[in-house]
T-cell receptor, first 112, second 114 residues
Framework: GNSVTQMEGPVTLSEEAFLTINCTYT??????LFWYVQYPGEGLQLLLK?????DKGSNKGFEATYRKETTSFHLEKGSVQVSDSAVYFC???????????FGSGTRLQVQP | DTAVSQTPKYLVTQMGNDKSIKCEQN?????MYWYKQDSKKFLKIMFS???????INETVPNRFSPKSPDKAHLNLHINSLELGDSAVYFC?????????????FGPGTRLTVT
């Protein structure tokens, strides 16, 4: 089936630290992969996406590379800011239907 | 000019009541969804409609009934509310099917059943 596994949070970092949030997915088919971000009290916003192997999605300083060989899509940012504090969701396109399967979310807290 | 809107934002009600949540998208998308987010932030799809046709119906109690009067609207009606229905419900929309389509989410409706 379709599943996504993310590292558990919360992840607490100081401002300007390097961020990595790990994400792996089940290798059913060749799904498109996404990272969504949820700020407190808001809905989910698409952060970045990748549609095929070796694609790199990037936005607002965040990056993730679609790694077919390791079935991973880790999120990275070189220097986090307090405003990056949010919950981050990794997701994959389901096989055979129009839906997304989400990981459990990782809360990021950035301290000044 | 909100892309995906939901009403109400907050809904507090008692067990046994019937309630509805409305969703509208002005993006011209052909597919709409309902997701449920529990207290641990876990997000799971409930329903999906494509051009007003139900295409995904997950293992959801039949107390939940989605209705899509047109492509821009997808409402969720819940009968006989239970404590376990307390959650945040998100509406989303997308255009097209597979291949990197992205879903646009509404702000969510926080349902509290007492």
């Amino acid at each position: 089936g379709n599943s996504v596994t993310q590292m558990e949070g919360p992840v607490t970092l100081s401002e300007e630290a390097f961020l990595t949030i790990n994400c792996t997915y089940t290798a059913t088919g060749y799904p498109s992969l996404f990272w969504y971000v949820q700020y407190p009290g808001e809905g989910l916003q698409l952060l970045l996406k990748a549609t095929k192997a070796d694609d790199k999605g990037s936005n607002k300083g965040f990056e993730a590379t679609y790694r077919k060989e390791t079935t991973s899509f880790h999120l990275e940012k070189g220097s986090v800011q307090v405003s990056d504090s949010a919950v981050y969701f990794c997701s994959r396109e389901d096989t055979g239907r129009r839906a997304l399967t989400f990981g459990s979310g990782t809360r990021l807290q950035v301290q000044p | 000019d909100t892309a995906v809107s939901q009403t109400p934002k907050y809904l507090v009600t008692q067990m046994g009541n019937d309630k509805s949540i409305k969703c509208e998208q002005n993006l011209g998308h052909d597919t709409m969804y309902w997701y449920k987010q529990d207290s641990k932030k876990f997000l799971k799809i409930m329903f999906s409609y494509n051009n007003k046709e139900l295409i995904i119906n997950e293992t959801v109690p039949n107390r939940f009934s989605p209705k899509s009067p047109d492509k821009a609207h997808l409402n969720l009606h819940i009968n006989s509310l239970e404590l376990g229905d307390s959650a945040v419900y998100f509406c989303a929309s997308s255009q097209g099917g597979r291949g990197g389509y992205e879903q646009y989410f509404g702000p969510g409706t926080r349902l509290t059943v007492t």
